[in-house]
Every structure is written in C-alpha cells, then in structure tokens.
C-alpha cells in the first residue's frame, strides 16, 4: 500500500499539473492514500503492481463496473497510474495488458473506465488500447474541485 500510495500521489502531481488547482494537488497526501490502498487491497483485491529494482513503479486495480447504464458482465479499469520516471517505458502497456487479461479472466465481457476529461495523455493511451469514448460524462465532486471525467469503453473478446 505505501509503494501504490508514492506512485499514486506522484502522478497524480505529474500529469494533472496545469489540469487541476495547484491547491488541490498539493493536498495530496501519500499517508491517507496509503490508508485507502491499504483498505482496497484487503477488501476489494483486483490490484496489480509493476515493480522494478524493488520498487513499486505502477499500478492498475480493476473490479467489477460501478455505472448501472452499462449492466451486467462489465469490468472496470479503476485506476491506472506509474510513476514518472516510468512514463513511456513500455510499463503502462505492460500493466494495461494484465488488467485486461485479469478482467477477460473474471469473465467479463467488456470494460469502462473514467478518464479526467483535459487529460490528453492518457487519452492517446486509452484510445491507443482500443479504448472508445461512449459519450457519458460526469463531474466528480472533490469537495474544493469539481472535475469533469469522460466514461471510455471497450469490448474485451477482441482482446
């Protein structure tokens, strides 16, 4: 949990810089996140970590979908986030194939994640991964923030 927590907290403060306050990243605390990594881990699973030279350099956690729109035998892509000194290092690819194969292997039969709407790079990511908006958007009320996030989706036989 404290490894997913510094990696979390450290993208986060990467790739969200110039999409979200300043104010608001600077909030960001690895100790609380590593208390909610903690609780997800033993309550929920679903959580992969990338680890190089003893160190926790990424992370996905996949469970089963959270919007009742898309029905049954939906999985979801809950986080997906590495550490910057991983970005574009074939570690995310990497990740993305296992929670993929993690969530074919749960019997899902297609996928969805929510993506900050201004985040361009992951965007490309997604996208690149088959991933397809399907038009769905909410605003995710952070209390000080309000963000605004797109609903993406893919088929995952095709995988």
Partial sequence: APGIAAVHVASWLSAYDGLMPAEFLAQQSVERR??????????????????????VVGFTSIGPCRDDDLGRGVGELNAIYLD????????????????????????????????????????????????????????????DVVLEEIRYVRPLADH
């Fill in 84 to 143: 910057p000194s991983s970005w574009s290092a074939g570690v995310g690819h990497a990740l993305h194939e296992a929670a993929i194969a993690d969530l074919i292997t749960r019997d899902y039969r297609s996928a969805s994640l929510w993506v900050l709407a201004t985040n361009e790079r992951a965007i490309h990511f997604y996208e690149r991964h088959g991933w397809r908006s399907d038009g769905a958007s909410k605003a995710d009320d952070r209390g």
């Fill in 34 to 55: 590593t208390a909610i990594w903690d609780r997800v881990i033993r309550e929920d699973g679903g959580v992969s970590v990338a680890v190089v030279g003893g160190q």
